[in-house]
């Protein structure tokens, strides 16, 4: 494990659930409100996982308690005032950051473990 996903600050959060790393990666490109961050959950998993709005909001309200995201307004005159927006910290982005390096070492291990037996190194 490097330096930064191994720092205390990071280990509690680690590994991201389901709902948690889509909605991280859904902000981290920009702010979304809530129907867009499901939209883009959807389109990043190639429609394999598909939040609904209670788990949506239970884990934007978590990960806002926790420091990932917060609420911004992106106002427009044709909007509905209602409408939240939110964004991922710069403390949501290392954490992100971190369960992307854990997940690749996951991808690197089982590529190696599924190559033929003649294939691997010893």
């Known amino acids: 494990m490097n330096a930064r996903a191994g720092t205390p600050e990071l280990e509690g959060f680690l590994p991201l659930g389901q709902a948690a790393l889509y909605i991280l990666l859904a902000l981290a490109g920009e702010e979304r409100h809530g129907y867009g961050i499901m939209l883009e959950a959807a389109r990043q998993s190639r429609g394999k996982y598909k939040p609904g709005p209670g788990t949506l909001y239970d884990n934007?309200?978590?990960?806002?308690?926790?420091?990932?995201?917060?609420?911004?307004?992106?106002?427009?005159?044709?909007?509905?005032?209602?409408?939240?927006?939110?964004?991922?910290?710069?403390?949501?982005?290392?954490?992100?950051?971190?369960?992307?390096?854990?997940?690749?070492?996951?991808?690197?291990?089982?590529?190696?473990?599924?190559?033929?037996?003649?294939?691997?190194?010893?």
Not at 74 to 79: G, N, V
Not at 87 to 98: E, K, P, S
Not at 106 to 115: D, G, M, P, S, Y
């Open 60 to 122: 934007l309200r978590k990960l806002i308690d926790q420091g990932m995201i917060e609420e911004s307004r992106r106002a427009s005159p044709t909007e509905d005032p209602r409408r939240r927006y939110y964004r991922i910290t710069a403390f949501g982005r290392r954490v992100l950051a971190a369960d992307v390096e854990r997940l690749e070492a996951v991808v690197r291990e089982a590529k190696a473990r599924l190559r033929p037996p003649s294939a691997r190194t010893i």
